[in-house]
């Protein structure tokens, strides 16, 4: 496997992307902000077909798109947490918008970028050029140290946004780096697994590792690792049977790894389980 330079970049670029993904994913996770992901996976594909239609470069159009979509949902929030009102207007308006601009797309003469709209959807982590892969190593260790500079103030705001901001935690500025983050991770993240399935890359990770631990340091690991850990099981499972498409076995894999935590914390303390599932339908 390792004989063919696509699987090279396809696991070195998506190495980085999972490791982003993983650390960004906790706090998605934690700060209850998993819908923001969902939205922002649909603001890139609009930003991507809108500078398909521009004929502007496509990576840019999605990358701008998706940090100033991350960036409106923390402006128009409340201290910068954008609320579920706000992340649904921004979808509708963003679903609108890929209609209007696939319309256009359609029907101009773009023969020779067909495939456009097809790789955002649905990622092309096996078509990956040696740039790609050295941006997003760049990209992503960019992302990963910003978000580690700014963990613990983030944690305490997330936690705790009232005594955060008595404490002198600048709160909003906080919410709207992080959703600034989220963009340009979503948008990284997209070229391996596409829009459509983003939001697993995003959530099930990060969602395992809350449930196997309440230590923030080592969640933001497990998160990471589970993260890694998804991409090279769905490109191994993508290169071994090539009829599986990479992206749909990178989230089966995250998910798998969801399955198993949540299996793990059942058997470990059933009743304590069924409890915090109970409390969670309640809520």
């Known amino acids: 496997m390792f004989a063919h330079e696509f699987m090279r970049h396809a696991l070195i670029a998506g190495s980085f992307v999972g490791l982003a993904c993983g650390l960004v994913g906790y706090f998605v ?21 809108a500078a398909a239609v521009l004929g502007l470069n496509i990576l840019a159009g999605l990358f701008a798109a998706t940090i100033l979509g991350g960036i409106i949902m923390g402006i128009l929030g409340d201290k910068a947490r954008a609320d579920d009102v706000t992340i649904g207007s921004l979808f509708a308006w963003t679903l609108g918008l890929g209609v209007l601009f696939l319309t256009i797309f359609t029907t101009q003469d773009s023969a020779g970028n067909g495939t456009a709209g097809v790789r955002v959807l649905f990622g092309s982590i096996f078509g990956l050029s040696t740039t790609d892969v050295r941006n997003a190593v760049v990209l ?56 459509l399935l983003l939001l697993g890359l995003l959530a099930a990770p990060a969602g395992a590792a809350h449930r196997l631990t309440t230590r923030p340091y080592l969640g933001l690991a497990l998160s990471a690792l589970f993260s890694v850990g998804s991409i090279w099981i769905g490109l191994t499972l993508s290169y071994v049977f090539p009829t599986l498409p990479p992206s749909s076995m990178i989230i089966a894999a995250a998910v798998g790894v969801y399955v198993l935590a949540l299996a793990t914390t059942a058997a470990r303390d059933p009743s304590a389980f069924w409890l915090r599932q109970a409390n969670g339908n309640v809520a």
Request: aromatic content about 6%; hydrophobic content about 70%.
């Open 140 to 195: 992503a260790v960019l992302a990963g140290a910003l978000l580690l500079a700014i963990a613990r103030p983030l944690l305490f705001a997330s936690l705790d946004t009232a005594v955060a901001a008595a404490q002198g935690v600048p709160v909003r500025a906080l919410g709207l780096v992080f959703l600034a983050l989220l963009g340009l991770v979503s948008a990284q993240a997209t070229q391996a697994v596409g829009a």
């Open 29 to 49: 996770v934690l700060r209850a902000q998993v819908f923001a992901g969902d939205a922002l996976s649909h603001v890139a594909f609009t930003g991507a077909l």
